[in-house]
C-alpha cells in the first residue's frame, strides 16, 4: 500500500490524555478520589467523558488552579482541595494526578505533598498517592499504567507470603474484571486485582448519592501485595516500569507477563497458568465453555472466513483483538492505535505466530484520519474498536463492532465482556451477527433464513 | 439544614428562597476540591465558536483538549461540516521544551491546503500560555500566506472561567466583522446571537422571523459561515440568547457600528412569543406585528392539544435545574410551570448577580438557587425536595439517575430540538417519557417507601 502523508497537526485522534487514564485506575481503588492537580477544566471534559460510556458518576476532584497560581505555584490550592475532598468525602486514599499545567510551571508534587502531610497530617488523614501525567507526553494508557505502578510502589509494604495472586488486568471492562474474579474464585485462588472498578464504575441503583461508591481493590490487599505468590499482568506492549515489576524488584514477588486473553489462544495460556499456579484442574465450566465456543465456531465458520477487518484502540486491546479474528478466520488487515509504545508490532506479530494468516498493516501513533485514508485502500468489510471510529466507518459505510472505550453511541458499555471464552463466544456471535445483517441488507431478495 | 454535602466556603452560593433576605456570591473561581461541575476558559471559546462550520478549529495543546470536544455537541450544519473535525498540534514533551510556534505554522499550512476552510480559529491552551508561544504572530503570518483569516482565540484554560472564554471567542469573531459586503440587506434584519443549532434549532427560529418579515443575517454562531460573520454589521438588531456566551459580541457590535441589542430566549411557549414580538416591536411597523401575531397563533394552536395532555399527567410534579447559563434556568423556570410542574431547585455553572437576582424574583419560596453547584450539593437537594425531574447536563444525569429520578437533557450535546414552539413540545414530550415511565417503581427510591 502507499504510505500516508505525514501530517504535522492530528485530526480525530485515536487516543486520550495520561491524566484521564490515572483517574479510572485511582477510581478502582477502595476509598480513592482522584483528583487532578490542574486547572478546573480537565477534569471536568474527563468527567463527561468517562460519564457517557460508564453512564455512572464519577467525581474527579479539581485543585481549580487559576491564572495566579499559574504564576506564583499551585501548592495552595493544592492543599486547599485536598483538605475540601477530605472533609466532604472522606476518602480512604486521595489518588493525586499531574496535568500539563502544573507539570509545565514545575510544581514539585513531592515537596508539596511532603509539606501538607507535614502541615495537615492527622492519623486519620487520607493517604495520597500521586502520579505524573503530563498530557504531552504518552496516552491515557500510559497514564493508567503508570497510576496502578504508582499505587502499588507507594502503598504496598513489606508482608508475610500470604498465598495470594495478584492481578494486574489493565485497562478492561467491569464485565472483564467481574469475570476474572469470577474465574479466580473458581480454581479458589484469592486473588487481588487492581485496579478493581468493576462495582465503582457499574453499580447498582441508589437511594443515596454515594459519597464514594463501595468497591475498588481493598487497601489491605494493596498492602499485602508483595507477600503474593506471584502477580500476573496482562500486556504485551507495557511500559519497562509496571506495578508487576515493581513488586518483583522490591519484594522479589515472582512476574509472570502475558497478553490480554482474548480469544482461544490467549485464554487458554491464562487458564494454563492458574492451573499450573494452583495445581487445579480447569473448573469443568470452563472447559464446557471452551467446547461451546468451538462447537459454535465449527457452526459458523463460513460466514466469517476472510473477511478483511480494520482494528485499532488501545494497543493491548488491538494485539488482544488480532489474535483473536485470525483464530476465526478473519483477515485484520489494518491493526492501528495511537499509541506509541514501540511494542505495538512485535505484539502483532506474538499473536499471529503460528497461524496462517497474511501480516496486516501495523500503525502506531495514527489518528482517525490516517485509518481512513488506508482503510480505503485496503477492502475492508468490517471496523472492529469503540465508538469514535463511527465517523469514517459510516463514510466508508463499513459495519463497526463495538468494543473497549469509549462506547458513546450505544449502552451497554462496560457491560461487554471480551476476556476468556465467554468474551470470545460474545465477540464472535457479535461479529457474526453483524456480518450476517451486512449481507441481509445489502440483499435485494432479504432472505429471512440466513 | 446544611448538611456535610456542602463546604463551608460554599454557603454563600447557595440560598433558599424565604429564609433570609437574597443574597448569592457568585462570578468566582471555583474552590479548589469541590469537583466543580464546570469546565474551564477553552470550553467557553469552543461553545461559542464551534459551530462555525466553514471554519478550521485547530487546538493548540496536547491532545486531550481537543479530543474530549471532538464531536460532542449536537450544532448542526447545512452545508460544509469542517467543525466536527477536532484539529490538534497534539503536543508533545519536545515541543513544550522547545516551544510550538513552528509545528503550529506547518500544521496550520497543511490543513488550510487540505480542508481549504474560509477562516481558521486556534485556540490557546493552558501550556501554550505558559511556553510563551506567540499565537497572534503565528496566525498573522498564516493570514498573510493563506490568503483567508487566522484568528488566534485566548482561551488558556486557567484564565478565568468558562466567562471568560466566552469574551475571548467573542474577540476573536470580531476581527471578522466589517469585511464582507452589506448590499441588499433589508431595513428589518437580524442577527442571531446566542443559537448553537442543536438539533437545527436555529433553522426552525430563523423560520419564524422569515414569516414574521425579518431577514437574518448571520447566525452566530449555529450552522454559523464566515461570510456571514463578516457581514453581520449589515443587520439593523442584534437578537441575543444565552447572553452570557455572546453579550460581549453584542456589545462590540454596538459600540463599533451602532447595532442595539435585545436579549431573548427561544425556549418555551411565553419565550418564544415574546421573542418574535420584541422584534417587531423594535421596527415598530404593525405589519410586522401583524404577522408575529399569526405566527404565534398559528403555532400554539398546533401544539396546545398535545402540550395539555403532558401537563395533566406532570402537574404538581417536582423539578430541579441546573444548567450551564442562568438566562436559560429562567426560561426553563417559565417552561416547567406551563407543564404544570413545581420548580423546587435552580442553579447554573456561571450566572451573574443580575441573574440570580431575577431567578429568585420569578422563583416560589423554598426554592434553592445555587451557583457552580457539585455532585455531593445536587445529590443532597434531589433527596431534601424528593425532586421528580431533573434538567441538566451529561455531568448531572448519572447523579439524578443514580438515585432514581427522571433526567432531560438541556446541554448542547443533546440530539433534541428543544427551542421554538415545536421545541416546546418536544420538551414537554422528553419530560414525559422520562417522568412517567416505569422503571421509577423498581428504583430503591420509590420500591422502599412501600
Redesign the interface.
Known sequence: MKGIPS???????C???K??GASLAFRGIEGCVP?LH????????????I??HF?????????????K??IYGGGP??K??????T???HPQVIGVAT???TE??GDDLHRLLAEYKKEFGTESSPLIVSVST????G?HMEGFTAAVKEIVDQLTTESAPNGTINLFSGFISPADIRYLKNVCSDFGIEVTLIPDYSDTLD?P???????IPKGGTPLAAIRNMGGARCSVEFGWTLPGQTGGKVLESKFKTPLHQLGLPIGIRASDRFFDLLKELTGTAIPEKYVASRGRLIDSMVDAHKYVFNKRAVVYGEEDLVVGLTSFLVEIGVQPVLCATGGKSGKFENGIKAVLDGMACEMPVVKEDVDFYDIEIMAKELDVDIVIGHS?GY?FARKEALPLIRVGFPIHDRVGGQRILHLGYEGAQYLFDLITNTIIDKKQSDSTVGYSYM | MITSAFLKDRAKQIHRKGSVPFELDCNKDSLAGAVSQRACVFCGSRVVLYPIADALHLVHGPIGCAVYTWDIRGALSSGPELHRLSFSTDLQEIDVIFGGEKKLAKALDELIDLHKPKAAFVYSTCIVGLIGDDLEAVCLEATKEKGIPVLPVESEGFKGNKRAGYAAACSAMARLVGTGDIGNISKYSINILGDFNLAGEIWLIREYFARAGIETVANITGDGRIADIQRCHGAALNVVQCSGATMDFANILEENYGIPSIRVSYFGIEDMAEALYAVASHFADPELMDRARSVVKNEVEKILPELSKYKKALSGKKAAIYVGGAFKAFSLVKALRLLGMDVVMVGSQTGTKEDYIELEEITDDGTIIVDDSNPLELASFIKEKDVDLFVGGVKERPIAYKLGVAFCDHNHERKEMLAGFQGMLNFAREVYSSVMSPVWQFVPRRSEEG
Open positions: 501530517y504535522t497537526a492530528t485530526t480525530n485522534a487516543k486520550l490524555c491524566p484521564l483528583f490542574g486547572s478546573q477544566g480537565c477534569a471536568t471534559y474527563m468527567r463527561r467523558y460519564i457517557s453512564n455512572e458518576p464519577i467525581d474527579i476532584a479539581s485543585s481549580s488552579l487559576g491564572e497560581n499559574a490550592n493544592l486547599l482541595g485536598l483538605n475540601n475532598v472533609e466532604k468525602y496535568t500539563c499545567l509545565t510551571i503530563p498530557s504531552y507526553s496516552t453499580g441503583a441508589l437511594n443515596d448519592y454515594p459519597v469514535k465517523a
